[in-house]
């Protein structure tokens, strides 16, 4: 902590009190005003910053019904469409197109399972003073 708090900054972010002229919180790295935006590897820092703490936590559950929406069709077409491929087959175009097929049917699967999977269960909790102890 600062003996002297004239000037500080508090963080928007998690409200820790930062030097007067600091860029970036000293606690967790968030952007602390327009200063962090002048110097392009600040403005690196500051856009990581913010996708880190939107990946935080748990998809939210428009996000998770937008994605079944977008790839569950996706694993419907794909996969009827490798079935119908290999009942049919007639060349190697259809052979490269039920590869092809396949293939987007199993990252279907991946996406829509992982999505879903973060969504159910619970996010671990982390404990802010963890860093901070010194022994």
């Not at 009827?80 to 699967?109: E, K, P």
Request: net charge neutral.
């Amino acid at each position: 902590m600062m003996p002297n708090n004239v000037g500080a900054i508090t963080c928007p972010s998690c409200q820790a009190v930062n030097r007067p002229f600091a860029a970036f919180c000293e606690k967790c790295r968030a952007p602390l005003g327009a200063s962090a935006t002048l110097d392009p590897m600040n403005v690196i820092q500051a856009e990581g910053h913010l996708f880190r703490r939107a990946l935080e936590g748990r998809p939210k559950l428009i996000v998770l019904l937008g994605v079944w929406v977008i790839f569950f069709p996706t694993l419907a077409v794909s996969a009827s469409s490798a079935v119908n491929l290999i009942t049919t087959h007639r060349g190697l175009q259809d052979f490269v197109f039920f590869w092809l097929s396949t293939g987007m049917a199993g990252l279907s699967i991946v996406i829509l399972y992982r999505i879903t999977r973060n969504y159910l269960t619970r996010p671990p909790t982390y404990s802010d003073h963890d860093e901070d102890v010194e022994e």
